[in-house]
């Protein structure tokens, strides 16, 4: 089924099959990036920090508070490895490399 629309989208826009499924896969790996910087974003905001590193530096100046803050500090931390990656597949698509 899936096949069989992919060649209908490439036939109505006048795109190859590749072309479809490339486009695709670059519009899947967009809403995942969002999706990645808008939670980060909201665990930076959440502690008055802009990036990862200010997040680390935070949680080191505050230990008495480190309990609370660590699963922010670590969920951070799997976003930003998140969107690094996401961009690194998205540069690779777009033939950045």
Known sequence: MTETIIKEVATKFLLSEEEVVTEGLKAFLHRQLQTYESERQHIFAKHGVHNFDDLDAYVAAHPNQETNLL???????????????????????????
Do not use: F, I, S, W
Not at 82 to 92: I, P, Y
């Open 71 to 97: 699963p922010d500090l670590q969920r951070a931390d799997y976003l930003t490895k998140q969107v690094n990656d996401v961009r690194k597949l998205l540069a690779e698509l777009n033939g950045d490399d």
